[in-house]
């Protein structure tokens, strides 16, 4: 045998060996985590995470000290190391708290496998050990609603906000008291009471997302914290919704009977860094509710608060502004960046208030949409564009005309007949007109949309995806759906120059757009180095503030009829 066939013999055999200890791994009912003598997780199977209740995500990277173990007679794995480093093995008993609460056991082994290579061998003795933890869950859980404790909770809030700190996310602690339940105890009974306080644990439970932390603090007190928080809506739409549904009497013992309950709530990184804190003060924001009145809840910061409730008085504005027609179409030119001519121009609304002036989308769109105001206004910004495209056509400006539409306005089931109203009305020829929507709009209602931008195309309007790249989506839909257009969103043209990551996503939009036959629109471009850039790697058309900001109608005529829209400089 010549040396080479031994070397493929040898690495044959290694590799036999190397995938027969990997099903071992995968089957074995020990869990198994390979650590480095900094304690970091290389490598774990999959008992190790049905032992533990972790995730994948929870634990590749981070320090076995990070993993909120507690560790049998050592105060932290700082000195389980220790013992480690010098000793070569440790042995003990080691337990924690699956996500949804309950504990789990092990008796786990730690050993040196080399001078980089630390073993750690988890065997499962939560049910061998069964007794001691119902004993552990006697101190760990409320006997009579079977709720995590006052202490539990501590516990595990401090995991997950250490889990937050390193994920940088939101936190809500949400304390709830219900109102009177003094006055229910004294006038129908304890065990009347009791009933309720199980029948009330068992609505907040499921009230809320699977696997969320709902806890027992006291009598009638009970805490829920919401460990991924993408925005404070999302937290104060539970939360009323709760309240709300609350409402509905409850039967108990033969009786009908109504509860209204007070929350307070405290968010994490704003109101407090640890659970102490965060508990007090959305106890703090607890009563403050109950003070202005039960059955209502606040948040701890004022300025949430004060978005609460400039939110209530903007809805109503809002509609009061649609029928006084306050609203204003700005129009944002964009250019063909080949030919340096202005092309088009994105119709963007303003709010032209009485009291407080001109007010920028941002502050009241997201209000329009959360209520249905979105609907006929939409219907109104439409009509304007084309009234005001028909004009610019007139007037002998071939401009297309963009419009935002937003998801309730797709999901109207007569959008597309109405449209047609609106351009048979206007007499606006729809090879003029674009539509924006952004990627979250089409995969929130895959079928529909695509029924809808199909139509749309039928009747020659064009589709752009507006802010494209800055929500997760996959890039197969593009397929599914007659887009004409990809317009880069403004943050990645902000550093376009100098930072290579905003680089390589502009210019892969770039050639994304160019692959699939469409064109790419860059938004924000305020600089000539920007406009440099773009123009090199042949992005079809631009929009921003170097060439104009949004105009008015009248404005936008001007500028037409002035400048032959040209591009200056470049
Ligand atoms: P969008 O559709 O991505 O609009 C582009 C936004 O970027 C506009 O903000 C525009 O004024 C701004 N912008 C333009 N050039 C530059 C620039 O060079 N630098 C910077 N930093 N910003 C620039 P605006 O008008 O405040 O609109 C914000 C968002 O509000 C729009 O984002 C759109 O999502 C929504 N919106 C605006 N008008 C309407 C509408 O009529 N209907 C709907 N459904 N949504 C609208
Ligand atoms: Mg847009
Ligand atoms: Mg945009």
């Given at each position: 045998m010549n040396r080479d066939e031994e070397l493929k013999r040898k690495i044959?055999?290694?590799?036999?060996?190397?995938?027969?200890?990997?099903?071992?791994?995968?089957?074995?009912?020990?869990?198994?985590?390979?650590?480095?003598?900094?304690?970091?997780?290389?490598?774990?199977?999959?008992?190790?995470?049905?032992?533990?209740?972790?995730?994948?995500?929870?634990?590749?990277?981070?320090?076995?000290?990070?993993?909120?173990?507690?560790?049998?007679?050592?105060?932290?794995?700082?000195?389980?190391?220790?013992?480690?480093?010098?000793?070569?093995?440790?042995?003990?008993?080691?337990w924690g708290v699956h996500r949804g609460g309950s504990p789990f056991t092990s008796e786990t082994t730690l050993v040196k496998a080399d001078e980089e290579t630390y073993i750690a061998i988890f065997l499962d003795s939560t049910d061998k050990r069964s007794l001691e933890a119902s004993l552990r869950s006697l101190a760990y859980y409320d006997s009579l609603t079977g709720l995590p404790n006052r202490a539990l909770?501590?516990?595990?809030?401090?995991?997950?906000?250490?889990?937050?700190?390193?994920?940088?996310?939101?936190?809500?602690?949400?304390?709830?008291?219900?109102?009177?339940?003094?006055?229910?105890?004294?006038?129908?009974?304890?065990?009347?009471?009791?009933?309720?306080?199980?029948?009330?644990?068992?609505?907040?439970?499921?009230?809320?997302?699977?696997?969320?932390?709902?806890?027992?603090?006291?009598?009638?007190?009970?805490?829920?914290?919401?460990?991924?928080?993408?925005?404070?809506?999302?937290?104060?739409?539970?939360?009323?919704?709760?309240?709300?549904s609350v409402t509905t009497p409850f039967f108990l013992e033969g009786q009908k009977i109504y509860i209204t309950v007070t929350?307070?709530?405290?968010?994490?990184?704003?109101?407090?860094?640890?659970?102490?804190?965060?508990?007090?003060?959305?106890?703090?924001?607890?009563?403050?509710?109950?003070?202005?009145?039960?059955?209502?809840?606040?948040?701890?910061?004022?300025?949430?608060?004060?978005?609460?409730?400039?939110?209530?008085?903007?809805?109503?504005?809002?509609r009061d502004a649609l029928e006084r027609e306050e609203f204003v179409l700005y129009y944002q030119p964009q250019f063909e960046l080949q030919t340096n001519s202005m092309v088009g121009v994105e119709a963007l609304?303003?709010?032209?208030?009485?009291?407080?002036?001109?007010?920028?989308?941002?502050?009241?769109?997201?209000?329009?949409?959360?209520?249905?105001?979105?609907?006929?206004?939409?219907?109104?910004?439409?009509?304007?564009?084309?009234?005001?495209?028909?004009?610019?056509?007139?007037?002998?400006?071939?401009?297309?005309?963009?419009?935002?539409?937003?998801?309730?306005?797709?999901?109207?089931?007569?959008?597309?007949?109405?449209?047609?109203?609106?351009?048979?009305?206007?007499?606006?020829?729809?090879?003029?007109?674009?539509?924006?929507?952004t990627e979250s709009v089409l995969m929130k209602n895959k079928q529909q949309s695509a029924d809808v931008l199909r139509e749309l195309k039928k009747m020659g309007i064009s589709i752009a995806i507006d802010d494209f790249g800055t929500s997760y989506s996959s890039l197969n839909y593009l397929k599914y759906f007659p887009v004409d257009k990809l317009k880069i969103d403004k943050s990645f043209i902000g550093d376009v120059v100098s930072d290579p990551n905003d680089v390589a996503i502009a210019t892969t939009i770039i050639a994304i757009a160019h692959n699939l036959g469409l064109k790419a629109t860059a938004e924000g471009v305020e600089t000539e180095e920007q406009l440099i850039f773009l123009k090199l790697w042949q992005c079809d058309e631009a929009q921003g503030f170097y060439f104009s900001p949004p105009v008015t109608l009248d404005s936008l005529m001007d500028m037409l009829s002035n400048e032959n829209f040209k591009i200056r400089g470049v």
């Open positions: 044959k055999k290694l590799q036999d060996k190397l995938s027969l200890m990997s099903k071992v791994l995968k089957y074995m009912s020990e869990g198994i985590l390979i650590i480095d003598r900094e304690g970091r997780v290389r490598s774990a199977n999959d008992a190790f995470f049905s032992i533990t209740g972790l995730r994948q995500e929870n634990v590749y990277g981070k320090k076995l000290s990070d993993l909120g173990f507690k560790w049998e007679g050592y105060p932290s794995f700082r000195e389980v190391m220790e013992i480690l480093l010098s000793e070569g093995v440790w042995k003990g008993e080691v909770l501590y516990d595990h809030l401090s995991q997950l906000l250490f889990q937050a700190k390193e994920d940088s996310r939101k936190l809500a602690v949400i304390f709830f008291d219900i109102d009177s339940f003094k006055l229910i105890n004294d006038t129908l009974g304890h065990e009347v009471g009791d009933s309720l306080l199980k029948a009330f644990a068992h609505r907040l439970t499921s009230h809320f997302p699977q696997n969320t932390m709902v806890a027992r603090f006291g009598s009638d007190e009970f805490v829920v914290v919401l460990d991924s928080v993408s925005g404070i809506d999302d937290v104060e739409e539970l939360v009323s919704g709760f309240l709300k929350a307070g709530i405290s968010i994490y990184p704003i109101d407090g860094g640890d659970p102490q804190t965060l508990l007090r003060n959305a106890d703090i924001a607890m009563h403050h509710a109950k003070e202005l009145g039960k059955s209502s809840y606040k948040f701890f910061t004022n300025e949430l608060n004060l978005k609460v409730s400039e939110r209530f008085t903007l809805q109503a504005e809002l609304i303003r709010w032209h208030h009485p009291d407080r002036g001109v007010i920028l989308p941002g502050r009241f769109m997201h209000v329009a949409e959360d209520t249905d105001i979105i609907v006929p206004l939409g219907y109104w910004i439409l009509k304007r564009a084309c009234e005001d495209g028909k004009k610019l056509l007139d007037k002998g400006f071939p401009l297309k005309v963009a419009v935002n539409i937003s998801t309730k306005q797709i999901a109207e089931s007569d959008f597309v007949r109405k449209l047609k109203d609106i351009l048979n009305e206007t007499g606006f020829d729809p090879n003029f007109l674009e539509i924006e929507i």
